[in-house]
């Protein structure tokens, strides 16, 4: 499987750095806004051997169409930002180039352009691509629907500077139809981020608990997410979609 | 669904109390080995309000076919000690009484014994009939299909005087094809007993844990198992059997 | 050490198991209300063995006068309810009995009568006379002497029926200087109570963790009370006070 | 207070962020081994606003006399490698300014040669310069002497690759007097490190926990040292030392 990335910050360096060590992908380019490091190697830029060159090149240096005909990929990952669709999107569903999303914050006309492009190739968006996120959220549900009696509460934590309850915590609160007020919220120095779902039943405790490292957990969610999507029609899938098969046992 | 107890120690109470609260069940009577307590009424003696007497018998009293005949049941919950199933399980096996059966340690000839029933009845056995645990079991087996490539460690911890690794630790790495090196054991004071699956991911790691608190925790498993297998034609099942069909979300 | 206890409910049992087991103390009597249990053995009653008798009297057998001077002991422990003082606070004082007393919610003249008579014996007044609550709220003021700049959130779990925030969890944030609301709430199922202080540095984070087992906790807290009380002279002391000499290390 | 730093890798430059974070030290210069990055700006380079310029020098360029002579600290904070104290060591004792070292692996002749330099001036040498886990050590040792019937049980987690058990808690274990096999080793995924220590109670348990976030976790150690030491006259001490008189409340 060819894969393509469109962003190359603190996320995209990770998610590259997962896709090289992956036997069963090749990493054919990383396309970034600016052309500062125009032409560099990947591979090497993060001492991983590799044997395709896999070399950065600028949105500026080729049309999306171009950069598709000369260096073809079967699935493009987007951690760039909210235009990067604007960039690449036509291009590739005109190609049944499979689209990865991890963006986190398109607004409606973005998501709208995802669901129409899913009409011609397969699209993927997930706004917290990590596998333990989703996960958790499935695992929550099947529990639920086991023990529809058990209290649910959900315990999150962050750094002191993130003011707002996690978007995380609320879609898990969402996906479980509970109220936003079963979030606790902890504040304190600079804990990169953890969910806990709790169930309480009269004699016991069930928690199911996701801890990030580091901010950059998504490198395996998106080459499950890469390969999962990878020979799928088109249509428009969330992690949940690609995960569901697994807990049929 | 009307349900006979056997055993009526700690275990059987905590659960006799769950099927009285339950308004789907209803409790017919309890078999005890001791005539300490005949035809003492488990509402009463509880103090949970019941239509139904609900009376204490004992094993001298009647023979189980007498029993069953006098007053019949759909189900059996049997929480007494491995000589019980020798004292029901041929009556109540000829009736289609299903059973369920939360004694921890059978020999192989009572194992045997069960199997032979459940040619003719639907029987349960599992000797730890929490839902916490076997959820735990299928879910971890979930997210190791998903995440083959993760370390997987269980982590227990019970009270000092428990000297083995718990049983439970044990059929959890079993279900996960992990080497019982991987079970760390914690032994300090009156800890009744937590299980902890953890998966370490480079970036991430997700806990799924289980804490007992109190021995009495059994109670919703066997009305879980008892409603789910109400209904069941002959067969031999686990609590895992009941849960995978909640796991098709 | 002689001891006498007031109170034989599920906390006051615990209690006078821990001081039968104790090699330093003997348990003179323990004194009810009711006189339904009276001229029981209590180390009969709880299968512990010991020397000595153990009788349990009701109020109305001695007046407290003629209950310490026909069965005198050093201290005395209160697990009974409000009014206990009433009975035998004037009675103790006068003979130099120490009093230890676990009540937790005395009206505010109880607790000027303690301090009253705590000028003539030694009074210890602790509402949560656990050792591991204490210790963690010393602890907690150590380490925010030592890093005032780390940010501190209580997270408390309690089973679903308890309404409030626990008292426990307002009587560490006042000992922190820390507003209420950062204490979060978790209620579910039958948890019995978790108290947490989080304190989070830029790179890392401490938590000092108390979990009750189960409501009898307080045997070992009492124990040490009254040891530690044991041979002082008058005064009201609190279980921080008898804590504090061992934190100098 | 003015200070100079050795060594510039990932907990050093962490250290010196903290170090031009605190309005009480003001620090002067970097001196790496390389001349990689000679005569850079420290503050520049991090991003952090500092009246001073805060240079980087290399030890080609100076010798640590002409270095102590041209830009005098009080305090030199040390985290190059075990060869570092050879070349500043002499040079600051005569100077009487003060040594931190937070080398992890000194050979026995360098310990003894940091004892020897003591006898001239104040010298603090710890392997694990986080407050947290010194915290831990100190509150451990006074709830150990509080409760000396508890279990204790020591737990650590670290990435996959790490084969033995942490020196922390070897060390942990040695100040607590109990065995190593006490000590439960969880190896799984990119866990950046975790200790907990776990006192069991009969009806209670107590648990210190230290989260490592990074492996920069050292400035704010290295910052508590050097202030605690500064003005210290000359002697050898721990950081166990440096935290004791906080623990007289």
Known sequence: ???????????????ASVFLQSPDTVLEWVVRRSSKMEHRSVPEFLGIPADN????????EYTADELFDLHPVDVVVDFSSEDGIDYYGEAAAKRDI??????SN??????????????RTAVLW???????INFLMLASKVLQKIAPYTDIEIVEEHFKAKADVSGTAKRLADALGIKHNRIKKIRAGGIIGTHEILFGFPFQTVRLKHESISREAFGNGALFAATNLYGRKRGFHTMEDLLLPYFAL
Chains 1, 2, 3, 4 share one sequence.
Do not use: E
């Open 1 to 15: 499987m060819k894969v393509g990335i469109f962003g190359f910050g603190r996320a995209g360096r990770s998610v």
């Open 53 to 60: 060159p896999g070399l950065i090149y600028s949105r500026d």
């Open 98 to 103: 499979a689209i990865v999303s991890a963006v």
């Open 106 to 119: 398109y607004p409606r006309d973005k998501v709208a352009l995802l669901k129409k492009l899913a009409r």
């Open 126 to 132: 997930s706004p917290n691509i990590t596998i333990g």
